[in-house]
């Protein structure tokens, strides 16, 4: 499910180069990351049990992630680990999953989920344990033409009915900026051409964005520029839908931006559009998130 490494270096190379100003403004999923409740059962005069004891008992949030072996997903898995989240990885090969993602961790689980396979299926591999579902997915290049529409259109549609069957209230997709470039004026940028020659690729992933604001789940959209491979060079910032049309962004803040939305009611219901600037202050999620508008 992961995008083609050739694709990224040449979104990457065509998006680079932009400057942006940002634009100040202030909306989670859960409460929190882990809840944890210690007991103590104290001396009780009268009673034959005497001394303490201390339980402790953590309540964590479990997010599926479709597409979690790609280069962004096995990101996201990682910084969810880290953020004390549970992670159900949705991959199309258990065992390549096993040595791409982390070690052994009791928080960490992979099931086979294939978003081309239909929604019936994709709430098997989601359960009925899962909080909130990532999706992040992307075709892989190939003769298929409609290989984009299978993945990033039709596959997020089944994630979205998937989450409705399951009660599931909370998806975030991972996008991209120009997805709207024919509204935004932008029909003859090479970044725009390019991507819509391999199967209209940002016409398929628009169509499914569509879908899912139409769908009344509790939706983050985010569309990050050119996607880099290295470490993050610059501040996050963050711009209203159809807004930026060229630069980049690190994997790593693409999946800090998708984690960190669980995080902030400030993300609910809104399309966000990323990329880093190393001269964009550093402003922090609650900030980032409160600027835009919601839908």
Not at 68 to 76: D, P, V
Not at 139 to 162: C, H, I, M, Q, Y
Not at 182 to 200: H, I, K, R, W
């Amino acid at each position: 499910m992961a995008t083609a490494t050739g694709i990224c270096f040449l979104r990457t190379s065509l998006f680079q180069t932009f400057s942006f100003t940002s634009k100040p403004h202030s909306v989670t999923l859960f409460d929190n990351k882990v809840h944890s409740f210690h007991l103590r059962a104290a001396n009780i005069e009268g009673s034959e049990i005497e001394g303490k004891e201390e339980v402790s008992i953590s309540e964590k949030k479990r997010i599926f992630v479709a597409g979690a072996t790609g280069s962004t997903g096995k990101r996201i898995v990682e910084q969810l680990l880290a953020k004390g989240f549970a992670v159900k990885a949705g991959v199309l090969d258990i065992d390549k999953a096993k040595s791409i993602l982390s070690g052994p961790n009791p928080d960490l689980q992979i099931v086979k989920a294939d978003v081309t396979e239909g929604s019936a299926r994709l709430a098997d591999a989601i359960g009925n344990d899962s909080d909130a579902v990532i999706c992040a997915t992307g075709f892989r290049r190939s003769l298929d033409f409609l290989a984009p529409w299978k993945v990033d259109n039709f596959g997020t549609v089944n994630l979205v009915e998937a989450c409705r069957t399951l009660g599931v209230k909370r998806f975030i997709l991972i996008s991209s900026i120009l997805v709207n470039g024919a509204e935004m004026g932008q029909l003859f940028n090479p970044a725009y051409v390019f991507l819509n020659v391999l199967g209209l690729t940002l016409v398929a992933k628009l169509q499914a964005e569509q879908y899912i604001r139409r769908s009344g789940i509790n939706y983050t959209i985010v569309r990050p520029g050119g996607l880099r491979n290295d470490p993050p060079q610059g501040n996050i910032v963050m711009e209203q839908e159809d807004t930026l049309y060229e630069g980049s962004i690190s994997r790593d803040q693409v999946a800090e931006v998708a984690v960190e939305a669980l995080l902030h009611p400030e993300s609910h219901y809104k399309v966000v559009e990323i990329v880093a600037r190393t001269d964009a202050p550093k402003r922090s999620f609650e900030e980032l998130f409160g600027s835009i508008k919601q839908h």
